[in-house]
């Protein structure tokens, strides 16, 4: 899964004055061609750091998403369930590894990501920040989240950088996987007992907020992405990907009789256009910027993960320490 | 052959395997490095696949659906042995475990491959090339890390002096142990121990690590008859909590 509306905020155009203006015109026109800029290539200082930035974000939204349905993993009901569920969230966290790869091509190595993610330096996907309550949330995260994730990556994963768009294609083929296996499993649930129902509808209630707000904030808010599209950083627009992603899905959930928690939403007409009540962003703020229901609880775990397997860390780079005497 | 001897086998089988997948689930997440949360969810989906195969053949011989067998017996109805329901610990305790398991799982996968009762020998023989990777990763890892620092070299050998009571108790006889033998099933505990310890001796003796004398050591025995630690019922609530809420629902 991933998180989509990265946030650009440090963006800062004034670099790109220190450029090499032949260089830079060359490096654009390649982009133009359609051709992918590999880690050797020269590139602005900007680009890199916007990918390094991007890539990171998402990596850390594949390790730290695996973290509500891996609470499931252990309760999975039956041993189907239980098979899939372990599956499907390690593939989440191979995705990490392939993107810190991705992202190490461009010279910043997984153990500063890390640490950058523990000292609450770079950020990922907000939706993680709120908790799954149920088996019917780890559902819904499974179904509808890796959905918005998929409309995300489709789209990057034409993006001008080589490293991270292979990385795309190979993640978006897990993911369609997962689509699937989150489909079914909220199929049973809205198709069983009346327990499951009310389950599945509650865990819905609690997600749609989040879902909404997956593609980050309103284009009409956000700055400075003319130069990243123009470099094929950012692929669609978050409007885009919110309106595809609601064309696609909104029918499916109904389909399942499934109440949507929002009187406002429905398809205009003439437009073609969603409409539905606006998110909170300013809770989005809030949540992004530490104060939601699990960002205390999320960073904790990763840290005491850190620090519980730095002695394995510290043996891998010294494996042939120095000669030590056999323990008598 | 007694039906009853190769379902008690069958059961020792699937819940140590059942067990040790569900803890080697849980560092999903959590490892030291992603490499190795990796590896260790790829292990407990293959354990929890080899359980599933062996409650199948159990259910073939007359018990309850698989997932009912699982997830609705209670700690006293399990037949694994109780290493594999220790809590994970540290990644040592959790590695040392894994070898002195899977050194021992190869064996009677490679026993039973050869089995006179055909229904078992297939399984094996189908899943044993799975446990071949298991053994690799565990002694791989032990190698690597029991010749490194000194403080990996501590912790691992502080864990196998811990782990080694409850590795012994893996070898507990079931009470059917010669008719078993006798009727061609497997060799035993007894010679699946004999072998065992040559395997891990081969790989500890390429580490700074030190094997305990396994003759002063009392085997933590117990599991194979249903007694277990105070670690077992809590992680049993727990794989049974959503299945639980309905156990006539199709999940």
């Known amino acids: 899964m991933y998180g989509g509306g990265n946030v650009f905020e440090a963006t800062k155009f004034d670099d790109l004055q220190t450029e090499d203006p032949a260089k830079l015109a060359e ?37 730290i998403g695996s973290l509500p349905e891996g609470t499931w993993i252990t309760r999975a009901p039956g041993f189907r369930r239980k098979m899939a569920q372990m599956a499907k969230v390690q593939d989440e966290v191979g995705h990490a590894q392939l993107l810190y790869s991705a992202a190490e091509t461009l010279g910043k190595s997984r153990e500063q990501m890390l640490t950058d993610l523990i000292n609450g330096k770079s950020k990922y996907s907000n939706v993680f920040n709120y908790p799954a309550l149920t088996w019917a949330d780890s559902n819904i995260i499974s179904w509808l989240i890796d959905a918005g994730a998929i409309v995300n990556q489709m789209a990057n994963a034409r993006g001008s950088y080589g490293p991270y768009s292979r990385a795309l294609e190979r993640i978006c083929a897990e993911e369609a996987f997962h689509l699937k296996y989150g489909h079914d499993a909220v199929v049973h649930m809205a198709t069983g007992s009346p327990k499951q129902r009310e389950m599945i509808q509650a865990a819905l209630n609690r997600w749609w907020g989040p879902i909404m ?20 950083v950012k692929m669609a627009s978050n409007d885009e990907c919110r309106q595809q992603f609601l064309d696609m899905y909104v029918p499916k959930i109904w389909e399942l009789g499934l109440t949507i928690p929002d009187p406002n939403l429905k398809k205009n007409a003439e437009t073609g256009q969603w409409e539905f009540t606006e998110p909170d962003w300013d809770e989005f703020k809030r949540v992004i910027n530490g104060d939601g229901p ?26 042939k320490a120095k000669y030590v005497k056999p323990l008598a | 052959m007694n039906e009853l001897a190769i379902k008690d086998l069958l059961y020792k089988l699937a819940d140590d395997q059942l067990i040790l997948g569900h803890r080697n689930s849980e ?44 997830f609705t017996r209670n700690a006293n109805q399990f037949h694994n042995s109780q290493l594999v329901e220790l809590p994970n610990g540290e990644y040592d305790f959790s590695l040392i475990r894994h070898f002195l398991y899977d050194n021992a799982e190869i064996i009677r996968f490679e026993m039973l491959a050869q089995s006179s009762y055909e229904p078992i020998a297939k399984v094996a023989t189908k899943l044993k090339g799975e446990v071949k990777y298991h ?20 912790r691992l050998q502080s864990s196998l002096t811990e782990a080694l009571p409850y590795a012994l108790g893996m070898f507990e006889h079931s009470k059917y142990e010669q008719e078993l033998i006798d009727a ?13 310890l040559k395997r891990i001796q081969a790989v500890i003796e390429q580490t700074a690590l030190k094997l305990p004398d396994l003759e002063s050591i009392a085997p933590k025995f117990g599991g194979r008859y249903g007694e277990h630690t105070e670690h077992l019922q809590p992680l049993l609530d727990e794989m049974a909590e959503v299945f639980k809420i309905d156990p006539t629902a199709e999940w």
């Open chain 1, 27 to 63: 490096f654009e026109a390649r982009i133009a061609r359609g051709e992918k800029i590999e880690p050797t290539d020269w590139m602005p200082e900007l680009y890199r750091k916007q990918l390094i930035r991007m890539i990171e974000q998402h990596a850390h939204s594949e390790i």
């Open chain 2, 27 to 70: 560092w999903t997440g959590f490892g030291p490095i992603l490499e190795e949360d990796i590896a260790f969810s790829s292990m407990a989906q293959d354990k929890i696949g080899h359980s599933l195969a062996f409650y199948t053949l159990l259910h073939e011989l007359g018990e309850s659906e698989p997932d009912t067998v699982a």
């Open chain 1, 213 to 232: 707000t997956f593609f980050g904030p309103s284009d009409k808010m956000s700055t400075h992405t003319e130069t990243l599209m123009r470099w094929k």
């Open chain 2, 135 to 154: 053994v690799l990763h565990a002694n791989t890892w032990i190698k690597n890390l029991g010749s490194s620092t000194e403080e990996a070299i501590l």
């Open chain 2, 184 to 196: 061609g099933i497997y060799g035993g505990e007894e010679a699946v121990k004999i072998k065992w």
């Open chain 1, 294 to 319: 699990c960002n205390a609880e999320r960073l904790a775990v990763r840290r005491t993960a850190e620090e519980r397997g730095a002695w394995v860390r510290r043996a891998l780079l010294n494996p």
